[in-house]
């Protein structure tokens, strides 16, 4: 493919393949699109707001059998969109910027920026963000962030299943650090299709067996997201590397909208500090079908186990 002649570093293997379409990357296996991910700012649905079409993230994300399971910009929230990291509360010098709900204010006081597509490896990409803080200046930079995606399509006892994983890498782009002061959400962010907009048409399971309501605000290894996809049960279940930051980790499970996150900041006050690199690990399962408890937890004790 082009992109091969335009990136350096090792080629992508013959069954995944990645086509650029404008500010999109579509990453796919043996010709089955798995996910796209929202390079520069793309288009926002009619009657959302210009001020938060933003990038950085992954949407549309399909199960096997082509089913999206990620909404994007709705009108409830548009500041949500597919998976994305961002935090909320926040301490910069003596601004606050709020990378989470970015133009929530009508402006861009903050915002979690594309900045470019490093190279492509052998089963998918990585790329760099930048964190800006508008309050003093245009563009002062908070943090830097290095995306490493890669992307299969496995059977993984008996069940097709899109495998997505992520590792994030934030370090400080100056002196300051950035504090995070103790709050329910911020972090990795999933919002789930717009067919679950629905109180009643999406559920929620954590590896501890809560439900969505018996879930927030509770510790878990793995949270599973889903609902009816054209009268079919598809999901999405997120498994939290043992590796991370205050693992088992704090979750926020929105109790009006088909949206979690993975909110370390729940367990008290903490720092990205200068010279040391916040590094977040998350493998996405995505799979048709009603979720299955041991299942999901037999993938997450494989997962847990590779460094």
Request: hydrophobic share 35%; charged share 20%; glycine share 10%.
């Amino acid at each position: 493919m082009l992109l091969l002649m335009l990136f350096a570093g090792p080629s992508l293997s013959a069954d995944i393949t990645a086509e650029k379409l404008d500010s999109v990357l579509r990453l796919a296996c043996s010709g089955k699109t798995i996910c796209d991910y929202q390079m520069q700012p793309g288009a926002v649905p009619e009657g959302v707001a210009a001020a938060f079409a933003h990038g950085a993230h992954l949407h549309p994300i399909y199960s096997p059998s082509g089913k999206i399971v990620t909404g994007n910009h709705q009108p409830d929230h548009p500041w949500q969109r597919g998976v994305w990291i961002g935090w909320t509360k926040t301490e910069f010098g003596d601004s606050h910027p709020d990378f989470w709900n970015m133009g929530k204010d009508g402006k861009i006081a903050a915002e979690v920026r594309f900045e470019k597509l490093v190279q492509l490896t052998e089963s998918g990409f990585i790329s760099q963000h930048v964190f800006f803080d508008h309050r003093h200046s245009p563009d002062e930079k908070v943090l830097n962030e290095t995306w490493e995606v890669s992307v299969s399509q496995k059977t993984l006892d008996g069940t097709l299943t899109n495998i997505i994983d992520l590792i994030s890498t934030q370090t400080c782009a100056g002196e300051k650090p950035l504090k995070l002061p103790k709050y329910h959400y911020g972090g990795l962010g999933v919002r789930g299709s717009s067919l679950w907009n629905a109180i009643d048409a999406v559920t929620m399971l954590t590896s501890e067996g809560y439900d969505r309501k018996a879930g927030d605000n509770t510790k878990a290894k793995w949270v599973h997201l889903g609902g009816e996809v054209d009268g079919t049960p598809t999901g999405i279940a997120v498994l939290i590397h043992p590796s991370n930051f205050r693992f088992p980790q704090p979750l926020r499970l929105n109790p009006k909208n088909p949206q979690l996150c993975v909110a370390p900041s729940q367990d008290g006050d903490w720092a990205i500090e200068p010279g040391k690199p916040y590094i977040s690990k998350y493998r996405l399962l995505v799979f048709d079908g009603k979720p299955d408890a041991k299942w999901i937890e037999a993938q997450w004790q494989s997962y847990s186990q590779k460094p």
